[in-house]
């Protein structure tokens, strides 16, 4: 089956955080066809932008196969407008000076381009079946009691630690 034939992926995300920062989570949705993956992570101090980043950056992480069509369903206005709007291309050109999650930018960018990415800002807790599962793992994520530390919060923001 050539990447033409392959049916579209659609990905759902959702991060949480208790305090921000705070405890953290990230839930998925994947889906491809009649397969569908549910993935969940978190930390024990971190935001709720890096569990909505993150959320993206793991499930684009697990396709398997380069230049799919995927279709990021998010409630995050951060990371849908971030692409929609350009803002990642201007902080690329200016060496994204002065922003924060510098770590997952980058390491969304390099996987980000692996494919063919369209982003769709839903409403988040308005009833969507998908973002209302999304939210209900990252919730449960963060309520974990063996969260390991989120390095690239700490790193970026060593007074609050």
């Not at 959702?14 to 397969?35: E, F, K, Q, T, W």
């Not at 709720?48 to 950056?57: F, G, P, S, T, W």
């Not at 692409?83 to 960018?109: C, I, M, P, Q, Y």
């Not at 449960?140 to 609050?160: M, T």
């Amino acid at each position: 089956m050539t990447v033409e034939q392959k049916p579209p992926i659609y990905l759902f995300t959702d991060g949480a955080a208790s305090g921000n920062p705070g405890p953290g989570g990230y839930g998925i949705v994947l889906r491809c066809g009649s397969y569908q993956k549910e993935l969940s992570g978190g930390f024990a101090r971190t935001t709720n932008n890096r569990m909505e980043l993150l959320a993206v950056i793991i499930g684009l992480e697990q396709i398997r196969w380069d230049n799919a069509q995927v279709h990021v369903v998010s409630d995050s206005s951060y990371v849908v407008k971030a692409l929609n709007e350009g803002w990642l291309d201007n902080w690329k050109r200016t060496g994204f000076k002065g922003k924060k999650n510098v770590d997952l930018w980058l390491r969304f960018d390099a996987v980000y381009q692996k494919h063919r990415v369209a982003f769709h800002w839903i409403k988040g807790h308005a009833g969507h079946p998908e973002n209302e599962r999304c939210d209900s793992l990252a919730v449960a994520a963060y309520h974990r009691s063996d969260l390991p530390e989120d390095s690239g919060f700490i790193q970026e923001n060593p007074n609050l630690v």
